[in-house]
Structure formats: structure tokens, C-alpha cells
């Protein structure tokens, strides 16, 4: 018997479902093509094929202002309109350490100890020529003004972009966000989440799905993994041992530029020192940001 082909696409989320699927030996032909943020019309021809060989497409669902027509789901519906195309959400949870984003200059991301993430709190302490030392009281200050909910506010954001969707997660997510650390960045999920949202997709078409033990599996989103920050930890009372270093990646010798591929841990404190390191080489961009 031939076995299905699933096309997957989206982003680094959709690469972590496709290595589940053959990790446990689904039965299917699993079909990774390369994360959409890195397409451009150039890569039309060869994405358009794969839709047409597919016997099923779970297809991460895009905003609307995404510039790459041929993912959205509408598009593609209508090339393959006889091939089912199961839409899922990006899987996004910015609870556990709200305020997270990125930051761009002139040349594109700003990176650091945690890649290409940064935090609003951080931003503004330096912004506002905070010792280190003052941060702590600033970073609570804030929280209560402006993170007071981060849990429900993620959550409810889910829920809005995943309504249009045919397989959904946040009603996970809201259930076991204390007893477990479902998230390594806010758009990296740990590896249980990627295997739920991987079993909806395949009970929407009755596709079929036998988990195995994930003991082995090597492909996990935790190149970056930041800790549940203190707040969160004394709003929520997680039932999960929460970790106390923080996962980046060394930071050269000058303290400005991450090594990629070499990772390093690092308390709060240590990690905001190294960021006001690395926004005092970039002084100019603090006058706008």
C-alpha cells in the first residue's frame, strides 16, 4: 500500500512536527519544505509541485499581510482544491516571560545572549539610564502596571488568531500552562506541545496516530530556553520545577556579539548586564526605539 504524502508548512514549528511524524514511524511520507519566512517567489514552482503531489497539506496559518501569497491557506485551496489543507496556528505563548520581542537596526535584528530576543523591560531600563541594580525593583514595578495577566493575555491572543483555524491548541495550552513548561521562547514550544498540535492535525482528516516514547527524540526547539520570570512564578505558583539559569549562547569577549552553536546559562542579573553591553554599541538606535 502507498503511503500518504503530508506536505508540512510553516515555520521551524512545522520542520519539529515533520521529524516527529518519522521519529514515530507514522504512516505516511512526510514532506518538509523550507520555513516560510525564508520563501520568496522564486521558490513558487517548487513549493506549487509539492502542494499538487500531496496527498494531505497541514499549512501554518499566516496573517494577512504576510507578503508570500502562495501559503495562505486561501491560495492554496484553490490550486489543490481536491487535496485537504488543514490550517493550525502559530503556536505562540509569551506568558511565562512577557515583554519579549525582537529589535531591529539598520541593519536588520539586534542580536544577543537569547539570539535574536530581547525584552521591553530591558530596553526601557536602559533607555531610562537605570543602574543594575534598580532593574529588580523596575522589572516588578512594571509588571504589575503592565504585565498584570500575561498568562490570560497570551492566551486570548491565541484564541483570536487561531479562530479561522482547523485543528487548535490554546485550550492546551490554558490547561496546563502551571503544571508544565510548555514554551522554550514564546514561538519555540517544548516538544509535548508540537506533538499535541500534530495529533489534532491528524484527527481532523482521521489520519493515523500512534505516539511513541520521546526519550531519544533529538530535535527539540531549546536552543534558546528562558526560565519563567520571577513574576510569573509568584502570580502563577507553578506546580513545575521552574528553572533558575536562563539558555543563551556565549557572548564574544568585547560582550557584544553572540557565538552561535555555543551555548551558555545565565542568571537574570548577569543576562541584563550583557544587554546593557550590547545597546551601549548601539546608542544611536535609543534615541527611536
Known amino acids: 500500500m502507498v503511503k500518504p504524502k503530508v506536505v508540512y508548512l510553516g515555520n521551524c514549528q512545522a520542520e519539529a512536527m515533520a521529524s516527529i511524524a518519522i521519529f514515530f514511524g507514522l504512516d505516511q511520507n512526510p514532506v518538509t519544505l523550507p520555513p516560510i519566512?525564508?520563501?520568496?517567489?522564486?521558490?513558487?514552482?517548487?513549493?506549487?509541485?509539492?502542494?499538487?503531489?500531496?496527498?494531505?497539506?497541514?499549512?501554518?496559518?499566516?496573517?494577512?499581510?504576510?507578503?508570500?501569497?502562495?501559503?495562505?491557506?486561501?491560495?492554496?485551496?484553490?490550486?489543490?482544491?481536491?487535496?485537504?489543507?488543514?490550517?493550525?496556528?502559530?503556536?505562540?505563548?509569551?506568558?511565562?516571560?512577557?515583554g519579549i520581542r525582537y529589535l531591529y537596526g539598520p541593519k536588520g535584528k539586534i542580536v544577543g545572549p537569547l539570539s535574536d530576543y530581547h525584552f521591553d523591560w530591558?530596553?526601557?531600563?536602559?533607555?531610562?539610564?537605570?543602574?543594575?541594580?534598580?532593574?529588580?525593583?523596575?522589572?516588578?514595578?512594571?509588571?504589575?502596571?503592565?504585565?498584570?495577566?500575561?498568562?490570560?493575555?497570551?492566551?486570548?491572543?491565541?484564541?483570536?488568531?487561531?479562530?479561522?483555524?482547523?485543528?487548535?491548541?490554546?485550550?492546551?495550552?490554558?490547561?496546563?500552562?502551571?503544571?508544565?513548561?510548555?514554551?522554550?521562547?514564546?514561538?519555540?514550544?517544548?516538544?509535548?506541545?508540537?506533538?499535541?498540535?500534530?495529533?489534532?492535525?491528524?484527527?481532523?482528516?482521521?489520519l493515523r496516530f500512534l505516539e511513541t516514547s520521546l526519550d531519544t527524540f533529538p530535535y527539540h526547539l531549546n536552543s534558546i530556553d528562558i526560565g519563567c520570570l520571577p513574576i510569573f512564578n509568584s502570580k502563577y505558583h507553578p506546580t513545575f520545577q521552574t528553572q533558575e539559569l536562563i539558555k543563551g549562547l556565549k557572548i564574544s569577549p568585547d560582550g557584544t556579539t553572540p557565538l552561535q552553536d555555543q551555548p551558555a546559562y545565565y542568571k537574570l542579573q548577569e543576562l541584563i548586564r550583557i544587554y546593557y553591553s550590547i545597546y551601549s554599541s548601539h546608542f544611536d538606535l535609543f534615541q527611536t526605539v
Open 37 to 98: 519566512w525564508t520563501l520568496t517567489d522564486n521558490d513558487r514552482a517548487k513549493i506549487e509541485g509539492a502542494y499538487k503531489e500531496a496527498d494531505y497539506i497541514f499549512l501554518q496559518r499566516v496573517d494577512g499581510s504576510f507578503p508570500v501569497t502562495f501559503v495562505k491557506s486561501e491560495y492554496v485551496r484553490n490550486l489543490v482544491p481536491r487535496t485537504p489543507v488543514i490550517t493550525w496556528p502559530n503556536i505562540y505563548f509569551d506568558g511565562y516571560f512577557p
Open 122 to 206: 530591558i530596553i526601557e531600563t536602559f533607555r531610562k539610564k537605570l543602574a543594575l541594580e534598580e532593574t529588580q525593583e523596575y522589572l516588578i514595578n512594571i509588571f504589575n502596571e503592565k504585565y498584570a495577566t500575561p498568562a490570560e493575555d497570551s492566551i486570548r491572543n491565541l484564541i483570536a488568531r487561531e479562530k479561522d483555524t482547523d485543528a487548535k491548541i490554546s485550550d492546551y495550552i490554558q490547561t496546563y500552562f502551571r503544571h508544565e513548561k510548555l514554551f522554550y521562547t514564546m514561538n519555540h514550544p517544548a516538544t509535548i506541545v508540537i506533538v499535541e498540535m500534530l495529533r489534532r492535525l491528524h484527527n481532523v482528516v482521521n
